[in-house]
């Protein structure tokens, strides 16, 4: 999967504040928004872009898109979601959060039927510095570079940026996989998608507690990526019985019961540490480590 200048973006519930905020802020970053959809909104024209009610309206006047990336409100998400897998869209980005659990596990389903990439939701978008903004990133943060990010943690994916930045280590590309408690697409698939791009050289991986499969994301690093993999786990010095994150994904812990051994940030280091892939203990640290991996690679 390229992620270039030239692709053809569409945004969905881009009459939303924020989805017009954003919009704004993507186009002069220079992504190439060619169209907006907002069910009962269309045929106005915002900053410059053709709003149409739906996406396969939008899509019979523009010509096909490359990916998508949706602000609907959450209740609407996965209708907007759907409706985007059903046009042949991906991948697409979910900026919404907070999307019923049920509408998830519906809209997951649709998407490994269709085999439609899915980043989100509540995610902060995928940037590709110098190039391309697909959603909410803080791109001052970004420089041009080699170096790839996969996070869970959209606020802290800047500070780890910028701790690059100023080791002189730009960035290749950078995602935020969404915070939540249910998320669509993984550290696995990312780390496929990385390892077969010719501009990442190493990748930073930026998790935090919750969530149950860093064993198997640590063998498969140790078994397939053959890049140098850097990982650090935010929480590492929090008790083991709290949890951190977002607002929501705090609640959503909490409501689920007993914190498992298996979501602690302790636990998450010593899986990746098992299988001999550097953590930092701080994102400080960061570019210590992505240096030393990249010298002896």
């Known amino acids: 999967m390229k992620f270039t200048p030239d692709m053809k973006i569409l945004v969905q519930g881009i009459t939303q504040p924020i989805g017009s905020y954003y919009a704004a802020r993507m186009k002069a970053y220079g992504t190439n928004l060619v169209a907006g959809v907002s069910a009962g909104q269309g045929g106005q024209t915002l900053h410059g872009i053709p709003v149409f009610d739906l996406v396969e309206e939008a899509l019979s006047e523009v010509g096909y898109c490359d990916a998508t990336v949706i602000f609907a409100e959450s209740y609407s998400a996965l209708d907007a979601a759907l409706e985007a897998i059903d046009a042949g869209l991906s991948p697409i980005i979910l900026v919404t959060g907070g999307i019923p659990p049920l509408d998830m596990i519906h809209l997951l389903a649709k998407a490994q039927a269709r085999e439609t990439l899915i980043v989100g939701p509540s995610s902060s978008g995928i940037i590709v510095p110098g190039k391309l903004l697909l959603g909410t990133q803080e791109c001052e943060f970004y420089t041009p570079g080699t170096i790839g990010v996969i996070s869970r943690v959209s606020t802290l994916t800047y500070e780890?940026?910028?701790?690059?930045?100023?080791?002189?280590?730009?960035?290749?590309?950078?995602?935020?996989?969404?915070?939540?408690?249910?998320?669509?697409?993984?550290?696995?698939?990312?780390?496929?998608?990385?390892?077969?791009?010719?501009?990442t050289e190493a990748i930073v991986l930026v998790d935090q507690t919750g969530g149950d499969s860093e064993d198997e994301t640590a063998e498969f690093i140790a078994q397939a990526i053959e890049k140098p993999v850097i990982a650090y786990v935010a929480g590492q010095y929090t008790p083991e019985d709290k949890q951190v994150g977002d607002t929501s994904a705090i609640i959503a812990a909490q409501l689920s019961g007993p914190i498992a051994n298996t979501t602690t940030a302790q636990h998450k280091v010593a899986a990746f540490k098992q299988t001999n892939i550097p953590v930092a203990e701080y994102p400080s640290k960061i570019p210590d480590l992505v240096k030393k991996a990249l010298k002896y690679h």
């Not at 002189?168 to 791009?197: H, P, Y």
């Open 160 to 199: 780890v940026a910028l701790a690059l930045t100023q080791a002189k280590l730009g960035q290749s590309i950078a995602v935020n996989l969404g915070s939540e408690a249910i998320i669509a697409s993984s550290f696995r698939q990312w780390l496929e998608i990385l390892a077969q791009d010719k501009r």
